[in-house]
Structure formats: structure tokens, C-alpha cells
């Protein structure tokens, strides 16, 4: 669902992935702003895990003007990703996992210390 104002702009969007919703809105208060109006720095992180058809996902995110500013690549740590910037700036991170990875794998190939890993 999009919701705009009388000139057309967005207020407030919701998308649904199976039974789960992720809503944005735009700004409407002086405590809340978005990249747009922060010198484009992303104020939070927003990670959206699919089950699959990452790069489906992305040509059609592309073929809706979605600012493709990491194409989908494998990680380290088992999942597909890629990133995107939404029309007011925000940052969206698609994933899906291809394989289950060890915690010694993933710190090895990372070059990290992980604790509470789920995997």
C-alpha cells in the first residue's frame, strides 16, 4: 500500500511478506527525518530476509528506479545479499541464505570474533 498527500507526495508505504508487514513513512514530526533530509546518511539499518529469488528480487527493484548500490553477491558468512536505496534515501539490505556456516568458518573467513551465533 502507498499512501501520498495532495501533491503526490509519499507518506507512507506498507509491503507484506507472507503474513508480516514492513511499514515506512516518511517524515511528518521534527524528531523524524530521513537521509534526504540529513545530508544522505542513513539513520538506521534495514535488513529484509527473503527465501529465496534474491536476484529476481533485485531486476525488479532496478526495474522500478531502486538505486542498486551493491549488486547481489555471496558472503562469508552463508547468505546471497544486495542493496538498495529507496527515493528518500533510505538503505535496504535484501538477503536470503544459500548455506549454513560454521562460527569458526565465519570468523576465519571474516577475520572476526562472533558470539552468539545461531547457525
Known amino acids: 500500500m502507498v499512501v501520498s498527500d495532495a ?3 509519499l507518506v507512507h508505504a506498507e509491503m507484506r511478506f507472507g503474513d508480516s508487514y514492513i ?3 516518511s517524515e511528518w514530526s521534527d524528531y523524524v527525518a530521513s537521509p534526504a533530509s540529513v545530508s544522505g546518511r542513513n539513520t538506521q539499518s534495514i535488513y529484509v530476509r527473503l527465501k ?3 536476484d529476481a528480487h533485485c531486476e525488479q527493484a532496478r526495474a522500478t528506479d531502486a538505486g542498486i548500490i551493491q549488486e547481489p553477491a555471496d558472503q562469508f558468512y552463508g547468505e546471497r545479499q544486495y542493496r538498495a ?3 528518500e534515501g ?3 539490505t535484501f ?3 544459500i548455506r549454513s556456516v560454521p562460527r569458526e568458518e565465519a570468523e576465519r573467513l571474516g577475520s572476526v570474533q562472533i558470539e552468539g551465533w545461531h547457525w
Open 85 to 87: 536505496r529507496d527515493p
Open 23 to 25: 511499514i515506512v513513512d
Open 7 to 9: 501533491e503526490g507526495k
Open 90 to 92: 533510505h538503505v535496504w
Open 95 to 97: 538477503t536470503h541464505t
Open 52 to 54: 529465496g529469488g534474491l
